[in-house]
C-alpha cells in the first residue's frame, strides 16, 4: 500500500535554528497538508497546499513557517528560528481529493 | 467546547468487550473520519463516513453519525489488547474530501488480557 513518507523521525535542534522536515507524499496525490501535535495534546492544522500555493493556513502558521514543493516528490515546512513551543510531533498528509488523507509517521521535533 | 471532542477522555476494557466511543462536533462536516494513534506514533486511518451516511461499518468497527445532533460514535467489537492505543475523530468541512481535518481529543483505549 502506498504510504506518505518523513524525515528525519526525530529532530533536535537548539533554539533560534531553522529546520527543515522533510515529506515524500503518496505519488498520485495532489494535496499536501502538514499538522502538528504537542506532547498530550490534539493534533491541530497547520497548513494546505494545493497547485503550489498554500490553500489554507491556521493561526499557528506564522512569518516562522513556510513550505515548499521544490521538486515533483518533496513536501517541506521550514521552521526559521525555532522556539522551545516548536517542541511537537509534525505530520505531513496528503490526499487525492475523494478519498481520507493519509497520514506519515511523524516527525518528532526537539527544541532545546 | 471545541470542534471535535470525544468522550470518554480514558476507557479500560477487558479483551473480548466492546468499547465505544463518542465524538461531537460544532460545524457543517461533509465528513468524518476516525482515526487510531499508537503512543508516540503515526495516524492510521480506521473509517470514514460521508454526511449523507447514517452507518458504516469496517471488519470489526462499527461508525455511526448523527448529523442532527453532531455526533458520532465509533465501536470496536471484540476487542483485543492490540487496541490498545489513542483514537480521534476528525471532521473535514464543507468544502470537500480535500478540506483540512480537526481532530478531536481523543480516547485512549486500554485493552487488558
Known amino acids: 500500500e502506498p504510504e506518505v513518507t518523513q524525515t528525519p523521525s526525530h529532530q533536535v535542534t537548539q533554539m533560534g535554528q531553522e529546520v527543515i522536515l522533510r515529506c515524500v507524499p503518496i505519488?498520485?496525490?495532489?494535496?499536501f497538508y502538514w499538522y502538528r501535535q504537542i506532547l498530550g495534546q490534539k493534533v491541530e492544522f497547520l497548513v494546505s497546499f494545493y497547485n503550489n500555493e498554500i490553500s489554507e493556513k491556521s493561526e499557528i502558521f506564522d512569518d516562522q513557517f513556510s513550505v515548499e514543493r521544490p521538486d515533483g516528490s518533496n513536501f517541506t515546512l521550514k521552521i526559521r528560528s525555532t522556539k522551545l513551543e516548536d517542541s511537537a510531533m509534525y505530520f505531513c498528509?496528503?490526499?487525492?481529493?475523494?478519498?481520507?488523507?493519509?497520514f506519515g509517521q511523524g516527525t518528532r521535533l526537539t527544541v532545546v | 467546547s471545541q470542534q471535535g471532542e470525544e468522550d470518554p477522555q480514558a476507557l479500560s476494557i477487558q479483551e473480548g468487550e466492546n468499547a465505544t466511543m463518542n465524538c461531537s462536533y460544532k460545524t457543517s462536516i461533509n465528513n468524518l473520519q476516525w482515526y487510531r494513534q499508537n503512543s508516540g506514533r503515526g495516524l492510521v486511518h480506521l473509517i470514514l463516513i460521508r454526511s449523507n451516511e447514517r452507518e458504516k461499518h469496517s471488519g470489526r468497527l462499527r461508525v455511526t453519525l448523527d448529523t442532527s445532533k453532531k455526533s458520532s460514535s465509533l465501536l470496536i467489537t471484540a476487542s483485543r489488547a492490540a487496541d490498545t492505543a489513542s483514537y480521534f475523530c476528525?471532521?473535514?468541512?464543507?468544502?470537500?474530501?480535500?478540506?483540512?481535518?480537526?481532530f478531536g481529543t481523543g480516547t485512549r483505549l486500554q485493552v487488558t488480557l
Open positions: 476528525a471532521t473535514a468541512g464543507d468544502t470537500g474530501t480535500a478540506s483540512k481535518l480537526t
Open positions: 498528509a496528503s490526499s487525492d481529493g475523494y478519498r481520507s488523507a493519509f
Open positions: 505519488s498520485n496525490h495532489l494535496y
